[in-house]
């Protein structure tokens, strides 16, 4: 039996499209990356309730890439001068998290929302007038 020779060539352009191949990967690393990074959606509506007070609506919902994570969502509410107005647990699933509260004592300004689990924290902010 006649053994045979296998000679491979690789020409500039084979080594070319390879290296373009190899670039295109790398530039897209930091994509792939962040599509796979915890995410915690946070948004809060602020409605007047009664004569003098306002329903605070907070919800979200913790991701990674396309799937939503079931957990359990610190809630932390500060009003302008940093004192604490509301906290609460929510357990975030497939329809999210929500935690509703009452101001009846509305300090003018900017209140700071605070959601924490063990994977990722969020802030977002809303603001207040006297009624």
């Known amino acids: 039996m006649e053994e045979k020779e ?11 499209l ?3 191949i190899i670039a295109l990967l790398f530039l897209s690393l ?5 599509f ?5 959606n946070l ?3 602020v409605r007047k309730f009664g ?8 919800t979200g ?8 994570i079931d957990k359990s969502v610190g809630i932390e509410v500060r009003d302008p001068d940093n004192n604490l107005v509301w906290i609460d647990i929510a357990e975030s699933g497939k329809d999210g998290f929500c935690s509703v509260f009452l101001i009846g ?15 990722i924290s969020e802030k977002t902010t809303f603001r207040l007038a006297n009624p």
């Open 18 to 20: 390879f290296l373009v």
């Open 61 to 68: 919902k913790v991701t990674v890439g396309i799937n939503v």
């Open 43 to 45: 948004s809060v509506e």
């Open 36 to 40: 796979f990074r915890p995410r915690l």
């Open 51 to 58: 004569g003098d007070a306002f329903l605070v609506n907070i």
């Open 30 to 34: 930091p994509f792939v990356l962040d």
């Open 105 to 119: 004592d509305v300090k003018r300004g900017e209140y700071v929302v605070y959601a924490t689990t063990d994977i």
């Open 6 to 16: 296998t000679i491979i060539e690789i020409g500039t352009r084979e080594i070319l």
